[in-house]
């Protein structure tokens, strides 16, 4: 869910392919803002990762109507039959304007691709996209799916994590008011690999395995992430400009080896490399004192809530693929500059805590948690919660 700056609506990503409007009144607007089912890759009804991921208004929204869409879409493969037999998908961001006739309809015609990268399996998309305080547009990219790091469309070697010729496994920032080289877009000048012959320009951190769910904090202007890690551990990071954030050689603040991903080396080369505000047990292979399956990353509060205020409200998909029990924290950094996180009781959800997909943030700065109760993109099933204060 997304608030265009001095709009009084709310924008919900369905991630079978629609956005829709939360009006003034509360209300769900009949009609989509905009339908683009027919981009989206297949999906499976059971579980998928793929599907309308990022949402992001351009910062002259106002007045230029520019809003941009992450999805996946339909194997673009350029001919390479590798790709058409072996690949999965196209993650894609476009741009839209918005319909001249209805303000609360995007304009279908309007499209235009601003990047397209080839994905080798239906997971660990990232795909969320956002505008910093720089007018820059981020786009947050997984490793690729699979596993480990590792298989088809992977570097064999290092993993695509630390791999600076691909931009899987990174976090990218680009300027959609500028079309350069062929592309629609520009590199900023200020990128921290512009120049680097082995590295891609596009690429502003690296060293990431899923950051499902990235935002900036509206009072410092912090990039925050979460990024879902392997079978052992969760992670919250700050990203930074040319920051290495570990993956594939590091899980969480832990060496990692790919070939035996549950047993940790006691050492490796870690130089350099940027550890995580927060790490958390995953239960797939830390059960002792766990707290999750999958992070999903959230907002710092900046809502009426005095004692909330500077807290990062996050949480996580669940603790089991098997039943509901998703996760909402609440993590607060010390003045010393270290991080805690403290588990949160939700006294009025009725039944089990459902799957949450992701959190929101309104122009007042209160939170909202999406959830889910099923684990497939099959629409009707899901609810919009916000977060307060137990009375």
Known sequence: MVQPDGDDRKFVIEQFGRVRIINADGELEATPFLDIR???????????????????????????GKF??????????????????WWDHTNTVAEFTV?????????????????????????HNGHWIGFGPDGMLYISMGDGGYANDWGIGHNVTEGNGQDLTTVL????????????????????????????????????AYGLRNPWRCSFDTGDGKLLCGDVQQNSYEEIDVIEKGGNYGWRQ??????????????????????????????????????????????????????????????????????????????IFIGSEGSDGSWEMSETEVTNMPGDRPYILAFAQDSAG???????????????LDTIYKVVPAE
């Open 366 to 380: 209160e939170v909202y948690a999406l959830t889910s109760i099923t684990t497939g993109p099959v629409g009707s």
């Open 250 to 327: 590091m899980e969480a603040t832990h060496c990692f080896d790919y070939t035996a991903p549950d047993d940790h080396p006691a050492a490796c080369e870690s130089d350099g490399m940027i550890e995580p505000i927060l790490e958390y047990n995953n239960c797939t292979a830390k059960p002792d004192g766990c707290k999750g399956i999958s992070v999903t990353g959230g907002y710092v509060y900046r809502g009426s809530v005095d004692a909330w205020k500077g807290k990062y409200i996050f949480g996580d998909w669940s603790q089991s693929f098997a039943s509901m029990k998703g996760q």
């Open 68 to 85: 941009y869409v992450a999805y996946s879409g339909h194997l673009d493969f350029d001919d390479d039959l590798g790709k058409e037999f």
């Open 38 to 64: 027919n981009l989206i890759v297949t999906q499976f009804s059971d579980f998928d990762e793929r599907g309308l991921l990022g949402l992001a208004f351009h910062p002259d929204f106002k007045s230029n």
């Open 99 to 123: 319909s001249t006739e209805d303000p609360n309809v995007a304009n279908p015609a309007s499209m235009r691709i601003i990047t397209a990268t080839d994905w080798p399996q239906f997971n």
């Open 169 to 204: 496994g990174k976090i990218l920032r680009v300027d959609v008011n500028k079309s350069e080289g062929g592309k629609n877009y520009g590199i900023p000048a200020d990128n921290p690999f512009v120049g680097n012959s082995d590295a891609r320009d596009e690429i502003w």
